[in-house]
């Protein structure tokens, strides 16, 4: 919220009360001068003088007042700015650790859990291989299924790889 300044305001009426007040002594210099008394024309003259130099006066208390009001607006708007670039620094601390703290509860690599059937099914599997020897394994043909078809051909015979 803007607020004006004292000097301001002081300076503001006081320079147009001052005006204002001008208008009387010179009407009275007018009337003076058209009846020919200059006595009575220099002394009201020299009033409407005196508030003209007031009103400079009030002037400048003014111009004064509006330069402390431009510097409070700085000072204010600076404060603001300030406020604001912490509060987004502030912003975004908080998002840099809200991350951190997800990657520290999520593992960084894929993982698995075996269900129990699963690891029934493994040690099922892992009994019956353990029967198979392994010379049987190594010599086997497959098909096209991934089927076991029998022993492979003995070393330099011709293997028939056309499907």
């Known amino acids: 919220m803007n607020v004006m300044n004292a000097k301001t305001m002081e300076g503001l009426a ?3 009360t001052s005006i204002s007040m001008i208008s009387t ?3 009275i210099a007018k009337e003076a001068e058209r009846k020919g008394d200059l006595d009575k024309m ?3 003259l ?3 003088s005196g508030l003209t130099e ?4 009030y002037s400048k208390k003014t111009k004064e007042g509006m330069k402390l009001d431009a510097e409070k607006a700085d000072e204010q708007e600076k404060l603001q700015q300030k406020e604001l670039i912490e509060a987004r620094r502030e912003e975004q601390n908080q998002q840099e650790q809200k991350i951190e703290s997800q990657r520290q509860k999520e593992p960084d690599f ?3 859990k075996i269900s129990e059937e699963g690891k029934k099914q493994i040690e099922q599997s892992s009994s019956l291989t ?3 020897s392994a010379d049987i394994l190594q010599n086997a043909v497959y098909d ?3 089927e076991t078809e029998g022993p492979s051909q003995e070393a330099g015979e011709n293997i028939d790889i056309s499907i």
Do not use: C, I, T
Not at 54 to 57: G, K, L, P, V
């Open 130 to 132: 353990s029967f198979v």
């Open 42 to 44: 220099q002394r009201a």
């Open 54 to 57: 007031q009103a400079e006066e």
């Open 14 to 16: 006081g320079a147009s």
């Open 144 to 146: 096209k299924l991934g």
């Open 25 to 27: 002594p010179m009407n």
């Open 110 to 112: 894929d993982s698995a």
């Open 46 to 48: 020299g009033y409407a």
